[in-house]
């Protein structure tokens, strides 16, 4: 890990946006990625979609280039091409650039985050809808796991609002509204521009301050913190499909949380790889599945530890029992010092391999800033390497229990079938 430690220069600009930049001189692009503190969090039901909705509507362009068309223009014809998403709790805009271009594109950048012209809503309204549609059954219900899941682990907190809104919500979009949630949220306090590659920071630290001078301070938004779950909660959705979408989730510790270092380890030991728990044991022992995944995503305030897999319907209990098995496994035995070390070996890699990634290296480093987490690679690793068996042990009694379960089967099961599933959740540990 000799290589890890890696120099980077930070300030903050007058209206308080904060920039990170990481020189990468071997490398052939530059990537500069503005993190905004937006997200479907932080709205409301009234509102909710509307974060994800603006994001596209900056693609309608900017007064300088008045149409969509324009303004992929003239990033494309410097080399670059505008990339925006958003989150949960954060959203994107971000661009790669051949480094002779760097100052025109970061000015294109600049006046998409400052200024869009906020036009074309009924067509991006028709995009948007077919995004939403894709989540919906022939009858408009939801049948998307992953989102039912996550409604069901938040019950009524905001986490648990669709990223992309609803239907009914998005009829209600109209340029006041936008115009309003574009003033709260893409201001200066909730605002890192992070930039890696071949850059000279003083010259971008100017370019930032110039083109972004006039966008006020603002405050970053805030939620409520969610209330504790009474699980385990269980919802079964009918739909007429091939397999069943089995998902299962726990909460889990937040972003600054003592336990984070050690859940993001457990993850990794869970589904980092083709020989790690998840996939060794439903895939390739019992091959009850082609695929299987988990992750885990960590908040101010809380967390949530995923796992899921398509399966056929008669095998929905037989996945379920083997994925809680394998965090019974954890909580009773923790993992053996070898596969802890594998684990972090591989993280070690990945935080290398970053050298060789602007983009993976900008991302890094303004969710560091955002959050507060492993603000370098070198520090990050630091984390990690400090945990222990009993570490990961200790957080898998602590989080991954019953009370705090969340199961969803979206798919064709029978009442038997259904029964069995909850019969499932009755085995699995109290606290």
Known sequence: MTSLPLEHRRATLANQSRLLVVPMPAVHST???????????????????????????????????????????????????????????????????????????????????????????????????????????????LVDADEILRMLCFADHSLGFPIIGTLQQLERFDRTLLQRHHRARYVGAGTVIAAAGPVDFDRLARLLEHELGGVPVGEPPTSDVPGPLSGPCFRYVKHACSQTALRLAYRAPAERDPDEPAMQLLLRLVDDGLSTRLYRRICDELGLCYDVSASYEAYSDCGIVEMGADVTHEHAADVLRAM?????????????????????????????????????????????????????????HAQLSSVTPMDVQRVAERWLVRQALSVVAVGTLSRAAQDELVACLQDTPHN
């Open 31 to 141: 990537v500069v990625s503005i993190y905004v503190s937006t997200g479907s969090r932080f709205e409301t039901r009234e509102d909710n979609g509307v974060s994800h909705f603006l994001e596209h509507v900056l693609y309608r362009g900017t007064p300088r280039h008045p149409s969509a068309h324009a303004q992929a223009l003239a990033f494309e014809r410097l080399g670059s091409t505008l990339d925006a998403s958003t989150s949960v709790d954060h959203g994107v805009l971000a661009v790669s650039i051949p480094p002779q271009n760097v100052e025109p594109v970061v000015a294109l950048l600049c006046a998409t985050y400052r200024e869009p012209l906020l036009q074309g809503l009924e067509i991006e309204k028709g995009i948007v809808r077919e995004e939403i549609l894709e989540g919906l059954d022939e009858h408009g219900r």
């Open 324 to 380: 809680l098995g394998i965090v019974r496994d954890l909580r009773e035995q923790g993992p053996s010092l070898e596969e802890l070390d594998r684990a972090k070996a591989r993280y070690g890699w990945q935080l290398e391999a970053m050298l060789d990634d602007p983009e993976s290296m900008a991302d890094f480093y303004a969710l560091g800033e955002l959050t507060g987490v492993g603000r370098t690679p070198a520090e990050r």
